[in-house]
């Protein structure tokens, strides 16, 4: 078995992602035999083959540094859940104390 | 000639010759959608307003005599992961149920610059992810064909509405065949352009080493003027190739494959293939061969792999994309309360925002990308990319192009696979090659699977860059097929005849 429910529960706290036990349950098995279908790329020899990370071999790509027209801060605040002062306004990202 | 029934290419040239105006041809779109959208739930929203707008523009600008771009007038649908000003960009998700983008993505804007009507924007998969259009937080699309059946996935709306003759032309992404596979169930074209060739600027990221826009079409032709519509340069994508656009039209309109090397992929046939594919597929390859094309036999020993290496790649690359959706800048937030913190209120806007497939995604290819995990999954499956690049590389010093089935099978139920993630992802089993490789592949159909009365397509695939022979191969096969037919295959499609 190549992943535990509590490392499903693990992963998912990673992830930002509250998942109920409900579907912890439900999405434990699935990836449990997903991981196992895919864990078939370890039967290839791949010694000395380089990974691809795309497919271009485009490397280092910029633009020229030119000044032109961007959002304005009305539109980028259009759509943010809450707004104050010209800013998004978040919740709180310290602890209380 | 009902509007609706034309082809893309039949309508620009009445277009061009004012026997029909823009709007005429918008508004029996919209009619046309209007009349069987509750069935076919191909479009997450209709942009009529709009759509009459940028019409009533063109057929002034037509009627002053002003220079027009090559599909002015023509209603196009467009994939809700396209940013749209003006307009919602859902992704099929509720984390973005009520996002309208500031921006427009590179296609939207070159969509608009060749005179395309956006007639509104099409169903898919919850962020691409998925081959049945069942993902959507919106629910899923019908196929035209048969009702009860996928359309495919992840552009399933798209291939829906150019199917139900809602739109002559849709645009959609291919990351894993999301192009190619919902065009072969549908019994239309739809072709996955050569990485960098078309912008990725303004497509919600999926797997960025592999997401793709192209075009879906009745027809290779249709396809082809799409294609080259959307193509070119975009400095806005660090990945956008700087190289001229492959002349895909005129290689639809050549239509010729003699002395044309043609390989077939002996690897993508076999177990887990429906018989009723394999016996058409097997019908176009001697078709191919009786226009005069060269067929040999071409063995690519690495692709039974490709499938385990995209499970791992596209789920990692899916897993770091989809951080952005933090409920702090836009999109939904939920549990804000004024005492939970940022990170509780992230982990519970995502847990409400994500659907089952996307939330599968984000933890395999956080599992993937963890430490102990990582030389062992997503290293290894990024060297088994590398040994898929060489077959194709190997294949190509023999062949021009390759060919297979599209999909190992015709549309399968709704409902059928909707939890079992390993059976729905054998759908892409004969698309995903091309994707991790970068290259160009096209599905043009090939006729009914005799086990069900279902459509089945072709796959084309060819080199980086050399879009244009896909063409040149679909279109062959189409104008062989419809002499032998009598009628384009579509003309068979019944699911809305009840």
Request: aromatic share 6%; net charge negative; glycine share 8%.
């Amino acid at each position: 078995m190549p992943i535990t429910r509590d490392e499903v529960a693990h992963l998912a706290r990673l992830s930002r992602i509250a998942l109920s036990d409900a579907e912890l349950d439900h999405l434990a098995p699935q990836l449990d035999q997903i991981i196992t279908a895919v864990a078939q790329v370890q039967e290839v020899t791949a010694e000395g083959i380089p990974p691809t990370s795309h497919a271009t071999g485009l490397t280092n790509v910029f633009r020229d540094d030119e000044p032109r027209p961007c959002l304005t801060p009305g539109q980028a605040l259009s759509q943010a859940p809450a707004v104050e002062q010209q800013r998004f306004k978040v919740p709180r990202i310290l602890g209380e104390d | 000639m009902e509007l609706t029934r034309m082809t893309a290419a039949e309508l620009i040239a009445a277009l061009a010759s004012s026997e029909v105006s823009a709007t005429e041809v918008t508004q029996a779109h919209l009619d046309r959608i209007a009349a069987v959208d509750d069935r076919v739930h191909a479009f997450l929203h209709i942009a009529a307003d709009s759509a009459l707008a940028q019409a009533a523009a063109v057929d002034q600008r037509r009627s002053t005599g002003e220079p027009l771009g090559s599909l002015a007038g023509v209603p196009v649908a467009v994939k809700d992961v396209f940013t749209t000003v003006g307009l919602p960009t859902t992704c099929g998700s509720r984390i973005l149920a009520d996002w309208h983008p500031p921006y427009d993505a590179t296609i939207t804007q070159r969509l608009k610059q060749a005179g395309a009507i956006i007639i509104g924007k099409t169903n898919m998969d919850e962020f691409a992810m998925g081959s049945s259009t069942e993902n959507s937080a919106f629910g899923p699309s019908h196929n035209p064909w048969d009702l009860a059946k996928i359309p495919g996935g992840s552009s399933g709306g798209s291939a829906a509405a150019v199917a139900a003759y809602e739109a002559p032309l849709a645009i959609g992404t291919d990351t894993g065949g999301s192009i190619r596979q919902p065009a072969a169930v549908c019994g239309i074209v739809g072709t996955k352009p050569t990485y960098g060739g078309s912008s990725r600027y303004g497509v919600v990221a999926f797997a960025s080493s592999l997401d793709t826009p192209g075009p879906f079409g009745r027809t290779v032709l249709d396809a082809a003027l799409l294609h080259e519509a959307i193509s070119g340069y975009d400095p806005m994508d660090s990945t956008s190739i700087d190289a001229p656009v492959p002349p895909v039209v005129a290689a639809a309109r050549q239509a010729d494959v003699s002395g044309l090397r043609i390989g077939v992929v002996t690897d993508l046939s076999g177990d887990g293939y429906q018989p009723g594919v394999l016996t058409r597929f097997a019908e176009a390859v001697e078709l191919l061969e009786s226009l005069g094309a060269k067929v040999t036999e071409v063995s690519c020993p690495h692709f039974k792999y490709a499938l385990p290496a995209y499970y791992l790649i596209a789920p990692s690359e899916a897993s770091s994309n989809l951080a952005r959706f933090d409920a702090m800048r836009y999109g939904l937030r939920v549990g804000d309360d004024g005492r939970r913190d940022a990170e509780e209120v992230m982990a519970l806007t995502r847990e409400a925002g994500f659907g089952a497939e996307v939330k599968r995604r984000i933890i395999l290819g956080a599992y993937a990308l963890s430490s102990g995990y990582y030389d062992a999954y997503y290293g290894k499956a990024q060297q088994v990319r590398t040994l898929i690049i060489r077959d194709f590389d190997a294949a190509f010093g023999q062949v021009d192009v390759l060919v297979s089935p599209s999909t190992p099978t015709t549309a399968f139920g709704i409902g059928e696979r909707a939890d079992n993630p390993m059976a729905m992802y054998l759908a892409d089993l004969c698309t995903i090659p091309s994707d991790l490789a970068g290259n160009a592949a096209i599905s043009v159909p090939c006729g009914l699977a005799a086990d069900d009365g279902l459509p089945v397509g072709l796959q084309v695939m060819a080199p980086a860059l050399a879009d244009d022979r896909l063409y040149r191969v679909a279109a062959a096969v189409e104008a062989a097929l419809a002499g032998r037919w009598g009628q384009p295959l579509l003309s068979q499609a019944k699911g809305l005849e009840s």
